[in-house]
């Protein structure tokens, strides 16, 4: 069974940092891309930040760029994704994902395996 298991999430001041991580199982996501999405209450899910299959290439939403890194290490099958000077507007569910080819991509239709997701909280 394919499973891509987040953690990490927690609640954390404004100013604060937490690093979120994915974990795959059932089957290597060493050639997908992976992506990162968020989830506010009463709002849609929105792109965060995605990789490439090598690492080499990143993407990012305006909104983090410059606080959140994302990574990933093929050989333990996992995605991370460190945030840093959180702000309460990044409170959210977030949500791990992969899709098939190599590229990561910032369209949510493009992933087909997706976590349960970590909550994130940051209070103000």
């Known amino acids: 069974q394919v499973q891509l298991v987040e953690s990490g999430g927690g609640l954390v001041q404004a100013g604060g940092s937490l690093r979120l991580s994915c974990a795959a199982s059932g089957r290597s996501f060493s050639t997908d891309g992976m992506g990162w999405f968020r989830q506010a209450p009463g709002k849609e899910r929105e792109f965060v930040a995605a990789i490439n299959w090598s690492g080499f290439s990143t993407y990012y939403a305006v909104s983090v760029e410059g606080r959140f890194t994302i990574s990933r290490d093929n050989a333990k099958n996992s995605v991370y994704l460190q945030m840093n000077s959180l702000k309460p507007e990044d409170t959210a569910v977030y949500y791990c994902?992969?899709?098939?080819?190599?590229?990561?991509?910032?369209?949510?239709?493009?992933?087909?395996?997706w976590g349960q997701g970590t909550q994130v909280t940051v209070s103000s």
């Open positions: 994902a992969a899709r098939p080819g190599r590229a990561g991509s910032t369209s949510i239709s493009e992933y087909n395996y």
